[in-house]
């Protein structure tokens, strides 16, 4: 793995998020927490990192943040064009990344599908796996990514599948039930 050469802490309207960087790019993104030292611990834990926050980060760093704040907002965001950082990621991993990448804001597939995309048909229950080893979750959409029937699925993310949808619910995708009917006024 490579080693991350800055780091960075800040808070998005859904709470405190992290990345780290190299120079090659985006080596991992922490999901959002309630407190700034609760990504601090993740991130020091997941990756080779020291010190405190980084003080000046390159400027697709800074683009990324702004990006992801209005991602927070509900604003409509592609994070395709964002650098990363995947050495020391096996092949299968990376054909999944790749697949899941190439996901539009919004748009779903199952983790058998997106197998299948990938070029490994039948290996669903390796694609989550996969996913759930994803150090880059939001700009690699494992979010994206539901189970059989169209249900919410795993997420590893702090929140899990709460997490899951309600970043969902940010791209306008509904999971789960359908909304009661109303109730009849009886006239």
């Known amino acids: 793995m ?3 050469v800055g780091h960075i802490i800040f808070e998005t309207q859904l709470g405190f998020m992290g990345l780290a960087w190299s120079s090659a790019g985006l080596t991992r993104l922490c999901l959002p927490q309630s407190s700034r030292e609760a990504v601090e611990r993740r991130l020091l834990r ?21 990006a992801i704040r209005a991602y927070a907002q509900g604003e409509t965001v592609d994070f395709s064009g964002v650098p ?10 990376l054909a999944i990344y790749d697949a899941a990448r190439k996901l539009a ?6 983790y058998g599908e997106l197998a299948s995309r990938a070029g490994h ?3 669903a229950r390796e694609t989550g796996a996969a996913l759930g080893a994803n150090p880059v979750p939001l700009v690699i959409p494992c979010h994206r990514i ?7 699925g795993g997420f590893s ?7 899951k949808e309600k970043m969902l619910g940010l791209e306008g995708v509904r ?13």
């Open 2 to 4: 490579t080693h991350a």
């Open 46 to 66: 997941l990756d080779d990192i020291a010190g405190p926050d980084s003080e000046t980060p390159p400027q697709w760093v800074a683009d990324l943040i702004a």
């Open 84 to 93: 990363v950082d995947l050495a020391g990621v096996d092949d299968f991993r």
């Open 105 to 110: 804001f919004g748009e779903t597939v199952t």
């Open 121 to 123: 048909t039948g290996l």
């Open 146 to 152: 539901l189970a059989a029937g169209g249900k919410i």
């Open 157 to 163: 993310a702090p929140g899990g599948s709460a997490t």
């Open 175 to 187: 999971v789960g039930p359908p909304p009661a009917a109303q109730a009849s006024f009886g006239f």
